[in-house]
């Protein structure tokens, strides 16, 4: 089961990425560079503008989440569909709460844009939904 979420993990991820990026060069909402933003963490503010190190920075949030997650939902043992919708249930709330690191830059989108909040949630929902798809609970 860890290994399922561990490139779980790194494929949706990576594909929530990509279509962040193309959702940016499109439309020229900073949904990828939100995506990458680590301007709020003290440590972490000094790669700003290294993007495949911020990249990988995402990726490892990425399969950290996937794991945990995956690891609470066998001990709670949810059936495939259950683990599936919770899977993406989880992912949205995710990146509602995420949205709000807006306010701490000055490089991502404002907190009203409401362009931005909904490609920003489809780009979660996209992740959910690939992520669900490695939840393998035979019940």
Not at 5 to 26: C, H, N, Q, Y
Not at 86 to 92: D, G, L, N, V
Request: proline share 2%.
């Amino acid at each position: 089961m860890k290994w399922r979420a561990f490139i779980g993990g790194i494929v949706s991820g990576t594909i929530m990425s990509v279509f962040l990026k193309v959702v940016e060069e499109l439309t020229h909402l900073r949904v990828y560079t939100l995506l990458l933003n680590v301007d709020y963490i003290p440590l972490l503010k000094r790669v700003t503008s290294n993007e495949p190190l911020e990249l990988i920075l995402h990726l490892i949030v990425a399969v950290i989440v996937s794991v945990g997650w995956f690891v609470m939902l066998q001990k709670i043992n949810l059936t495939k569909q259950k683990g599936r919708i919770a899977t993406i249930m989880m992912a949205m709330c995710i990146g509602l709460l995420l949205y709000l690191s807006t306010i701490m830059s000055e490089r991502t989108p404002s907190l009203s844009s409401f362009s931005s909040l909904g490609f920003w949630l489809l780009g979660h929902l996209v992740f959910g939904i690939l992520l669900s798809l490695f939840y393998k609970q035979d019940k």
